[in-house]
């Protein structure tokens, strides 16, 4: 009984999704442009890290369909680099939507091991949920958090993203977000070391993120 429920429970979240998605497409007509800062002039300074550009090639670029983005490699003295990538959409009612990394990673070679979610505490009081995420590649592993940011909220649920996607369309005429994503190697100092050299790496970086993705 209990798989049967759980079962009726996700075609009906797929149902309302498809059906989101549907009206969300009907209703399709210009967005205002919210003013904000371009990716670019994120700081390359964030704490004690140090970031260089690494950018995507066109044909990843093309295939996820981003307005705006950055993909950076920090580093500090005392740890292994932390990778960000943040891509911004400006519309996502033409199909141009915010790629998942659990379909973009596995896609690029890694394996997933395992998911879930973490706690991020912010010096604002916040508490953002965000997606925490093992992968590996041969004998390398590493450890993602990631979370979608936009319109005031920080969520990590594709689903409620998709949610809230629909509801903000339809209630405030937009559909504007962010997919933000850091990676970081498994060294022998273990996936708690790496846990908590990303959980830093968020707090110093979550301040500035409201000039590039707007509220």
Sequence with gaps: MGSRGMTVRLVLVVVVLLGGTALLH?????????????????S????????IEAPLEQ?????VSVTDYTNRRY????????????GY?????TGDTIHSPKNCLPGAGWDPIHSGYTIIPLADGRRA??????IAQGLDKALVFYWYQGRGRIIASEYWGKFYMIDDAI???RTDGSLVRLITPIGSDGETAAHERLEKFAQL?????NKFIPN
Excluded: C, M
């Excluded at 044909?59 to 295939?63: L, P, W």
């Excluded at 580093?75 to 943040?86: A, G, H, M, Q, R």
């Excluded at 959409?89 to 009612?93: F, G, K, L, P, V």
């Design 59 to 63: 044909r990843i670029v093309q295939a």
């Design 89 to 93: 959409y400006a519309s996502q009612r």
């Design 44 to 51: 390359y300074r964030i704490g004690s890290w140090t970031g």
């Design 129 to 134: 949920k965000v997606n925490e995420y093992v």
């Design 171 to 173: 209630t405030r005429n």
């Design 205 to 209: 970086l979550f301040p500035s993120l």
């Design 75 to 86: 580093f500090n003295s005392t740890s292994p680099e932390v990778d960000l990538y943040i």
């Design 26 to 42: 009907a209703l399709s007509h210009g967005e205002p442009v919210i003013p904000r800062q371009p990716l670019r002039d994120l």
